[in-house]
C-alpha cells in the first residue's frame, strides 16, 4: 500500500507532463503551419482593385483634409459644451473601441486550435480547425496590423488633440515628438473599429449592420469625448479600409477564407461540423 501511494501520483504526473508537452508541440508546429500558409507563393491572381475601392479611398481622404479646415473646430466646440452626462455616457461607450476586445478572443480562440489540433484527428475535423484558425487570424490581423501602423503614425505626424495648449488649433502639430497629447492623427479607436467592422463583415455577412452601427458608435464616440477631431476618425477609418482591403487580397491569393476571384468569403464550417470537430480532442483527453 505503501508503495502505491507514492507511484500513482508520480504516474498520474508523469501522463499530465505528456499531455502538456503534447500541447506545447501542437501549438509549436501550428503555427508554424500558419506561417508558412500566410507567406507561401500565390496560388492564384487577385483581380485588380475595383474603382469602388479607389474611389472610396480617394473620398475618405479628402473628406479627412476638407474637416480639417470646416468641420474639426466646429465639431469640438460643440463637444466641449455638451452637458455632462452626454459626454459621461460616451465615455464608457468609447472604450468599447479598444483593439483587445478583438485581439484578446481571437488570440485566445487561436492559440486553443493551435494546441488542440493534431495528426491524430480525423482529416474532417483538422479541416474544420484549419478554417476556424484561418477566418479568427483575418480578423485577428485585420485588427492588429492597421492599428500597428496607426501607432507608429500618429507619433510620427504629432497632431495636437482638441484643446492642447488651452486653445482649439485643428493645425498644430509637433512631428517626431512621442507625446499622448501630439498623437490625435489617425484616431486608434476609429481605426480599430472600422477594421473590426469590415473583417467580421466580410466573414460573416449576417453581422454586418451590427458592426457598423458599432464602429460609427465609437467614431462617433472620440470626437464627444473631446480626443480626436473628425479628420482624425476619418483618416483612422481610410487606414482601416485600406489595411483590410490589402490583407482580404492577399489571404484571396494564397486560397485563404477567400475567393480569389470575388473576394467573397469561402462557405465556412457549419455548427453541427464544429460540434463534431471539438468532441475528438476532448474524447481523446
Given amino acids: 500500500m505503501h508503495i502505491d501511494k507514492i507511484t500513482t501520483p508520480a504516474g498520474q504526473a508523469t501522463r499530465a507532463?505528456?499531455?502538456?508537452?503534447q500541447l506545447v508541440r501542437n501549438v509549436a508546429t501550428n503555427i508554424g503551419l500558419c506561417v508558412q500558409a500566410l507567406t507561401r507563393s500565390r496560388r492564384s491572381a487577385v483581380l485588380p482593385g475595383s474603382s469602388t475601392t479607389v474611389a472610396l479611398s480617394i473620398a475618405l481622404a479628402l473628406a479627412a483634409a476638407a474637416s480639417m479646415f470646416v468641420f474639426d473646430a466646429v465639431a469640438v466646440e460643440w463637444a466641449r459644451n455638451e452637458p455632462h452626462w452626454f459626454r459621461g455616457a460616451f465615455e464608457k461607450i468609447t472604450d468599447l473601441g479598444l483593439s483587445g476586445w478583438f485581439l484578446f478572443p481571437c488570440g485566445f480562440i487561436l492559440l486553443f486550435l493551435a494546441a488542440v489540433a493534431s495528426p491524430q484527428l480525423t482529416r474532417s475535423a483538422r479541416g474544420v480547425f484549419a478554417a476556424l484558425a484561418a477566418r479568427f487570424g483575418f480578423v485577428f490581423l485585420a485588427v492588429a496590423l492597421p492599428g500597428l501602423f496607426v501607432s507608429i503614425a500618429k507619433h510620427l505626424i504629432g497632431r495636437a488633440r482638441p484643446y492642447v495648449g488651452g486653445h482649439e488649433d485643428p493645425f498644430a502639430y509637433m512631428p517626431l515628438i512621442w507625446r499622448p497629447a501630439f498623437a490625435s492623427?489617425?484616431?486608434?479607436?476609429?481605426?480599430?473599429?472600422?477594421a473590426?467592422?469590415?473583417?467580421?463583415?466580410?466573414?460573416?455577412?449576417?453581422?454586418?449592420?451590427?458592426?457598423w452601427l458599432y464602429a460609427a458608435m465609437i467614431m462617433g464616440s472620440r470626437v464627444a469625448v473631446l480626443a480626436h477631431h473628425p479628420s482624425d476618425v476619418l483618416a483612422g477609418?481610410?487606414?482601416?479600409?485600406?489595411?483590410?482591403?490589402?490583407?482580404?487580397?492577399?489571404?484571396?491569393?494564397?486560397?485563404?477564407?477567400?475567393?480569389?476571384?470575388d473576394l467573397r468569403a469561402k462557405p465556412g464550417p457549419s455548427v453541427s461540423r464544429i460540434r463534431a470537430a471539438l468532441r475528438q480532442p476532448m474524447a481523446a483527453r
Avoid: E, N, Q
Fill in 17 to 21: 507532463d505528456v499531455s502538456v508537452l
Fill in 185 to 194: 492623427m489617425p484616431s486608434g479607436h476609429a481605426t480599430t473599429a472600422v
Fill in 196 to 211: 473590426a467592422a469590415i473583417a467580421i463583415g466580410a466573414i460573416w455577412p449576417r453581422t454586418r449592420i451590427v458592426m
Fill in 237 to 261: 477609418a481610410l487606414v482601416a479600409f485600406l489595411g483590410t482591403h490589402w490583407l482580404r487580397r492577399w489571404f484571396a491569393s494564397r486560397g485563404l477564407v477567400f475567393r480569389a476571384s
